[in-house]
């Protein structure tokens, strides 16, 4: 079963990748912008039987590796 | 109006990180996963009155800077 483990910093987490694009989007002439935030999206193949074991392990992956919950947070879907 | 544009590699092209975090995952016991990607997601506030025109402002974004069309494919999405 395919799923999709989105991760994104925390609210007041400065993202100084996402600074960085904003800057280079005004200059490219994309004037007006707010805040620009970059964020990761892990898609995996996971084996289970059911939606809710796969979103389970999703869960463990991310606390065990894909997400640091210091400044993270994450969120896990099934893929349609 | 708040809008997420989605990068991810085209099929075929080799995704290193991915598979990094894949070998991971079994190290720490995940076992039996299929394919490990990681993707992009670009979170911004646009100055746009409608849907239209903020989805029209994010591929332009996407075209001029945020994909590398080349090995990359992207979509446009107004956030809820």
């Known amino acids: 079963m395919k799923i999709r483990v989105f991760v994104s910093l925390k609210d007041g987490v400065l993202d100084p990748q996402g600074k960085a ?3 280079a989007l005004e200059t ?3 004037k007006g912008l707010g805040e620009v935030r970059i964020n ?14 796969a979103l389970a392990q999703g869960e463990a ?4 590796l894909l997400a640091n919950e210091v400044i ?3 969120s896990v879907e099934v893929a349609a």
């Open 21 to 23: 694009v904003g800057h």
């Open 28 to 30: 490219l002439g994309f």
């Open 40 to 53: 990761r999206v892990v898609e995996l193949e996971v084996p289970a039987d059911n939606a809710a074991d």
């Open 61 to 64: 992956m991310a606390r065990a």
């Open 72 to 74: 993270e947070d994450f």
